[in-house]
């Protein structure tokens, strides 16, 4: 196709590459999928494990800034180092993880969402639609002061202002025999509100229900502060909205809501507290099938978003490639990260053929995998069983192949 013919992209989307097999698989969505059909510009970061190590991990911190420049970005899987990965890489340092400090540029919320097929059904049988995911990623028990108590005693709690003053001091446990442990959590306004706005924006984006859980009955100061925070945003900013787009915004309790979430039908967002976004978000991967079919989008308050698949760089298929053996890695939550960060590309430059481009390849991706072509991590799952397990860049083969005729 001559660059004419091609879909034209107008704004830059920001690239941002990765490691091990996701990055191979990277490759091969650019040069199967993207280049031959887009007229499209890349403002492309290498987050390669070396070339952070390089950039003393300022490349990271650009790829931010970019997405911020540029409002849409596409993130590949990155290695978070440890001490195994130092050695393997001979890295400087164990970096941070990328994601951690993209988020943190960014103010972003995370969002899973599972990528559903007739053919392989939810664990929960009445669940239908995709149930979303908002896990807020600050504070509580991730950021906490934890001891163990050694013996009798008291533990309090106290607040000290900026002046100096103590505003508050009180007991919260007299230890009369034996000790135990004591831990002090915390959250801030700011963050609550930030992810709460995130939550309201992406259930807009989206077009689902926003279900939220705490426990305020029992924790009257600490949930509740979640609690008003989510309501008072709601009527301030986003009421009228929702009421346009015929969506809902409900509060009950959290063990109300896992209850209701077990009878749904699906297709609401679940907004999470940390810990329970934690526990939740691993219970619907495994629930709706396999790690592959889950897509994560990071959400800032200010409308920027990056859109990722929610597995890691499978390393272990990557090990095998290296080895020049053959791999069955699934690339469907790769693609549709592309297809989501396209399909908001041109929702935002208000370009419908690239929208549509991204909705062909998705169906695409879906009708291949419904005929029963698939890797094998679905393979196991499936109903019926296909008969054969596609390796990873035939299986794409058969994707581009069924997307090429849509295209013509
Ligand atoms: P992983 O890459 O998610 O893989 C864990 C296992 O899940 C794989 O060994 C494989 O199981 C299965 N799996 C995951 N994705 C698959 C796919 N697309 N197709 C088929 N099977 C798939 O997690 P990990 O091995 O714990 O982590 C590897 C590296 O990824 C680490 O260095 C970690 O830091 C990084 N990581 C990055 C991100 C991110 O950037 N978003 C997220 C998580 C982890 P089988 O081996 O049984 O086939
Ligand atoms: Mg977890």
Redesign the pocket.
């Known amino acids: 196709m001559s660059k004419g013919e091609k879909i034209k992209v107008k704004t830059p989307l920001v690239d941002i590459d990765?490691?091990?097999?996701?990055r191979i698989?990277w490759k091969m969505i650019k040069d199967k999928f993207i280049f031959p059909y887009l007229d499209i510009e890349l403002a492309y970061y290498d987050l390669h494990v070396k070339k952070r190590d390089e950039t003393d991990d300022k490349v990271t911190v650009e790829a931010a800034e970019a997405i911020k420049k540029y409002g849409v970005g596409v993130?590949?899987?990155?290695?978070?180092?440890?001490k195994d990965?130092v050695k393997e890489y001979t890295l400087k340092k164990e970096w941070p993880?990328?994601?951690a400090t993209i988020r943190a540029a960014l103010d972003g919320t995370v969002f899973r969402k599972p990528i559903l097929v007739k053919n392989v059904s939810a664990a929960v049988s009445g669940w239908k639609r995709p149930i979303i995911i908002g896990r807020h990623a600050y504070g509580d028990v991730y950021k906490n002061k934890e001891f163990l108590v050694p013996g009798p005693g008291k533990a309090e709690l106290m607040f000290t202002d900026a002046e100096g003053k103590v505003l508050f001091k009180e007991v919260i446990q007299e230890f009369k025999s034996g000790g135990g442990v004591i831990q002090g959590i915390h959250n801030t306004d700011k963050s609550i509100k930030s992810f709460a706005k995130a939550c309201m924006e992406y259930a807009l984006d989206q077009k689902v229900d926003l279900w939220f859980g705490a426990k305020d009955t029992i924790s009257k100061t600490y949930d509740a502060r979640f609690r008003t925070i989510f309501e008072e945003t709601f009527a301030k900013e986003y009421k009228e909205k929702f009421e346009k787009a015929g969506i809902r915004f409900n509060y009950t309790l959290i063990d109300d809501t896992v209850a209701r979430i077990m009878r749904s039908e699906g297709g609401m967002l679940w907004a999470c507290k940390n810990y329970d976004g934690d526990v939740m978000s691993d219970m619907l991967g495994s629930a709706f099938g396999?790690?592959?079919m889950m897509t994560?989008v990071l959400v800032s308050p200010n409308g920027f978003i990056e859109y990722?698949?929610?597995?890691?760089?499978?390393?272990?298929?990557y090990y095998k490639h290296q080895k020049g053996e053959k791999t069955?890695?699934?690339?469907?939550?790769?693609i549709f990260a592309w297809t989501g960060a396209l399909r908001k590309r041109g929702e935002i430059d208000s370009t419908p053929k690239v929208v549509e481009f991204a909705t062909k390849l998705e169906k695409a991706v879906l009708e291949t995998i419904e005929s029963g072509i698939m890797?094998?991590?679905l393979a196991n799952l499936a109903d019926p069983k296909p008969s054969k397990v596609y390796l990873t860049e035939e299986w794409m083969d058969a994707v581009k192949a069924r997307f090429d005729k849509m295209m013509k």
Do not use: F, Y
């Not at 993130?75 to 440890?82: L, V």
């Not at 990722?308 to 298929?317: L, R, S």
């Not at 069955?328 to 790769?334: G, I």
């Open positions: 990765g490691d091990e097999m996701t698989i993130k590949c899987a990155t290695i978070t180092p440890n990965r993880s990328p994601n396999s790690l592959a994560s990722e698949a929610a597995h890691g760089t499978v390393q272990k298929h069955s890695t699934n690339s469907v939550a790769c890797t094998g991590d």
